[in-house]
């Protein structure tokens, strides 16, 4: 991996609950807070957009008997709070950051604009950016997929709570073997749970490669800034 000017990283919500289910832990948040703006720091241009599922999941909320569209709406409010969260988290300790929606929602947040966003991340600001893509029916990953092709980021990073992409669940299988690349089309061939198909197939079509690592060991974003293959990274 090319030392990137400028990236978009997806962080899962279930991320910040570390480990408790639900809600957001402290230490969890100013440890993503720190080594987010340590990055920024240093001079790479940040977009973030994190999950909602640590409050509430669109999908498991139509299994209860909600109706789709309003369930996948409460899930994008959930995107929003994990923003805000994360966007005080940082400038508490002195970084800049704007979170925006993708649902107007002033003065909660500003409506999302990719051409100001560019300005903000080449003024040093870390971009948050909520609200999914406004729509129903799509993921956080396609809203990652979606807003990294569209503020030029050289690279889409997923961070997760696994160092990369194995030939089948490593949580499950013991056998399983990590890949330090592959291409997009072997992710199709092989069924491989990565992204959601929708999310893959923009970032395939715009030549927009994907960094799978763990984000959950601490300096790991930081490792993988600089240079070190600790992910698995899947290309054209």
Do not use: W
């Not at 990137?4 to 832990?25: F, M, N, Q, T, Y």
């Not at 604009?113 to 609200?131: N, Q, R």
């Not at 992204?195 to 690592?213: G, Q, R, S, W």
């Amino acid at each position: 991996m090319q030392k990137p000017r400028r990236v978009l990283l997806k962080l899962s919500g279930e991320s910040l609950a570390a480990g408790s289910g639900h809600g957001i832990d402290d230490a969890r948040l100013a440890a993503y807070a720190q080594e987010i703006a340590q990055e920024a720091a240093r001079g790479c241009q940040i977009g973030i957009v994190i999950g909602g599922g640590n409050i509430f999941r669109g999908m498991s909320g139509a299994a209860r008997g909600f109706d789709r569209t309003t369930g996948d709406q409460m899930g994008m409010l959930a995107t929003v709070i994990n923003a805000l969260a994360l966007g005080s988290a940082l400038k508490a300790i002195g970084c800049k950051a704007i979170v925006y929606t993708a649902i107007r929602m002033e003065p909660v947040a500003r409506l999302y604009s990719s051409h100001e966003a560019i300005e903000k991340l080449e003024e040093g600001y870390v971009a948050l950016f909520a609200g999914g893509t406004g729509n129903p029916f799509f993921t956080t990953d396609t809203a990652s997929a979606l807003r990294a092709v569209e503020i030029k980021a050289d690279y889409l990073l997923k961070g997760t709570r696994v160092d990369g992409i194995y030939t089948a669940d490593p949580e499950r299988d013991p056998t399983a073997t990590r890949f330090d690349k592959i291409t997009f089309d072997e992710v199709y061939t092989r069924n491989l749970k990565v992204m959601d198909l929708t999310a893959m197939t923009l970032c395939k079509e715009n030549n927009l490669p994907i960094m799978v690592f763990d984000m959950d060991t601490p300096g790991n974003l930081s490792k993988l800034l600089g240079g070190d293959p600790i992910g698995t990274l899947v290309h054209n």
